[in-house]
């Protein structure tokens, strides 16, 4: 079974977080609330969030501090922000919060449809990137089998790398074609930009698990590419 990505709303007010909560529930994902900044950085403590959508008027500690604390965390500096906000004053307001680390800023009333369709791109990508660090970890564990038993069971390690080659790839197919999705929409630059970096990320991997292959040589320093 897939595991459900996480995303996490944060607004002071419950009607506009249950307003949240209607508009994604289609997505089927799991949809955390945090009522503060203060309550968003504790559930960003234990769990993984494919994408924050965090208001930018709250009492206490508003939506542009609440993001600086995000991006200087290392566990959570790359997670997503959508800054969502009821007032606009102008292109300073704007700037101000892409700078503190938005990919997105959008107005209230916004239209569901547009909410819903940008946060989709991010979960998908968040499950994407699941399914990469999947395949470097069966890959690590086949580069450290290789190192502690060289004279091993040839047959088995041949059907894991045959296995591996295979679960890669399906995740390159499918990484090609969400690119080839985001660029032909041209969606956010944020999201094109993500898509990206997942596609090094997995031409490294599929470097790494070349290397394997009979005659290509030592396998001992040969890993994927964070």
């Given at each position: 079974?897939?595991q459900?990505a ?5 607004d002071?007010?419950?009607e ?76 300073h307001?704007?700037f ?31 499950m ?99």
């Amino acid at each position: 079974m897939v595991q459900k990505a996480k995303i996490l709303l944060v607004d002071d007010r419950p009607e506009n977080l249950l307003a949240l909560e209607a508009i994604l529930s289609a997505l089927d994902q799991t949809l955390v609330r945090a009522s503060s900044g203060e309550e968003a950085l504790k559930a960003l403590l234990t769990d993984d969030f494919a994408v924050i959508l965090l208001d930018v008027q709250m009492p206490g500690m508003d939506g542009f501090e609440t993001a600086a604390h995000i991006k200087r965390r290392e566990r959570t500096r790359d997670i997503p922000i959508i800054f969502l906000t009821a007032i606009n004053h102008g292109p300073h307001h704007t700037f101000r919060g892409y700078a503190a680390g938005a990919v997105d800023y959008i107005s209230k009333p916004f239209d569901p449809w547009v909410l819903r369709a940008k946060v989709s791109v991010f979960v998908e990508l968040y499950m994407k990137n699941c399914q990469l660090r999947e395949q470097a970890s069966l890959l690590r564990l086949q580069l450290e089998g290789n190192g502690k038993d060289a004279g091993g069971e040839a047959k088995e390690s041949a059907g894991l790398l045959a296995e591996l080659s295979a679960r890669l790839a399906a995740v390159e197919e499918q990484a090609e074609a969400l690119t080839k999705q985001l660029n032909d929409e041209s969606t956010d630059a944020a999201a094109v930009a993500t898509a990206a970096h997942l596609e090094r990320k997995l031409t490294g991997l599929r470097r790494a698990l070349d290397a394997l292959e009979p005659g290509t040589g030592s396998t001992s320093s040969v890993s994927p590419q964070n």
